[in-house]
């Protein structure tokens, strides 16, 4: 798709850009002294519809999503490649599937755990999930799908939904940013596959996890090969040191060590991975034309959200300031 076909959809993403919160914002609600204090600083942005509820029942995860919802359906709407929308939302469409099958081998009602987020209904991703068939989901979900089926009528194992379909999801990913057609779409799609097998390979590694575990839950889709993300585990964190110092990676390896072991720190691996991500993001808010600013601004709303969870769990758990802050990430706006 030519980059002058986004030129009416990226005017109204700058539109919505003057939305997202600020660092002051933020710092606000950082330095409030109490929970209430915290919610009053969101009267003054989209939120503000929801501050009295939050403040008496404190179900602020429904705000988020409520939000996070019409996010996405907006921008399916006014987006002319609807793969680019697809290609972001996948992450929920994997979660309601893990959701939809535990639901149906457990027989339990799981249905509020469910997120209406993605370009398929829930229905059909029910549906699917227990023929294994559909008509409207494209093959890439089907392949999912069938897999989990036929893993779980073989082995009867509850907990490989999440492997199967986590290691799935990358695999798919990968694939949809192909379908976008797209020349940089894939490229920044492999960048976000290598740093969630950065974060997998660092936790695994801490978790002594051994070398099939790694091959299963390791997505081959990245610039990276699994191959050698696999010798790196069995070699340990000097040589995980060394080799990611030869690599593009060699900034974002170095501050990710735990200044007092020396060793990468899988709390800073997933910090400094989502803050890489976003400077690149940053990077294509800058662009006047094509699809990077669609993707940029969808980014930069999932981290807002995350950042305020942070901030409100932290508030009404009394966890101090200065903690919530070390886990926020790189704010966009």
């Known amino acids: 798709m030519k980059d002058s076909a986004y030129?009416?959809?990226?005017?109204l993403i700058r539109i919505y850009e003057n939305d997202l919160l600020t660092r002051s914002h933020f710092e606000r609600m950082l330095t409030a002294d109490t929970f209430e204090e915290a919610v009053n600083v969101l009267r003054e942005t989209p939120y503000r519809n929801d501050v009295e509820r939050i403040k008496e029942d404190k179900n602020y995860d429904s705000m988020f999503m409520n939000e996070l919802h019409q996010t996405f359906?907006?921008?399916?709407?006014?987006?002319?490649?609807?793969?680019?929308?697809?290609?972001?939302?996948?992450r929920y469409a994997y979660h309601n599937l893990k959701v939809l099958f535990?639901?149906?081998?457990?027989?339990?009602?799981?249905?509020?755990?469910?997120?209406?987020?993605?370009?398929?209904?829930i229905s059909e991703l029910r549906q699917a999930v227990r023929t294994g068939e559909s008509e409207v989901l494209p093959v890439e979900y089907l392949d999912s799908i069938n897999e989990v089926l036929e893993d779980y009528n073989e082995y009867h194992n509850v907990q490989a939904v999440?492997?199967?379909?986590?290691?799935?999801?990358f695999t798919h990913l990968r694939l949809l940013a192909d379908q976008t057609k797209e020349d940089k779409i894939p490229e920044l799609i492999e960048t976000f596959i290598d740093y969630n097998n950065f974060s997998t390979l660092i936790r695994g590694m801490k978790q002594n996890k051994n070398r099939n575990f790694l091959y299963t839950v390791l997505s081959s889709s990245g610039s990276i090969p699994k191959s050698d993300l696999l010798d790196i585990a069995e070699n340990g964190h000097q040589y995980a040191l060394q080799y990611f110092r030869s690599t593009d990676y060699r900034k974002l390896m170095e501050r990710s060590l735990d200044s007092e072991t020396n060793e990468i720190s899988t709390v800073k691996v997933d910090q400094e991975t989502d803050d890489a991500y976003?400077?690149?993001?940053?990077?294509?808010?800058?662009?006047?034309?094509?699809?990077?600013?669609v993707l940029a601004y969808l980014y930069a709303k999932e981290i807002?959200?995350?950042?305020?969870?942070?901030?409100?769990?932290?508030k009404e758990n009394g966890v101090s300031s200065e903690a919530v802050r070390e886990r926020m990430r790189l704010n966009y706006a």
Do not use: C, W
């Open 73 to 90: 359906d907006e921008l399916f709407d006014i987006v002319p490649n609807k793969e680019l929308i697809e290609l972001v939302g996948l």
């Open 162 to 169: 999440d492997i199967i379909l986590d290691r799935r999801y």
């Open 304 to 314: 807002e959200v995350k950042n305020l969870r942070l901030i409100l769990s932290g």
């Open 278 to 293: 976003m400077e690149i993001m940053r990077t294509a808010r800058l662009e006047s034309f094509g699809p990077k600013p």
């Open 7 to 11: 030129g009416s959809s990226n005017v």
């Open 102 to 121: 535990k639901g149906e081998f457990t027989e339990q009602e799981l249905d509020h755990l469910l997120i209406p987020i993605g370009r398929y209904p």
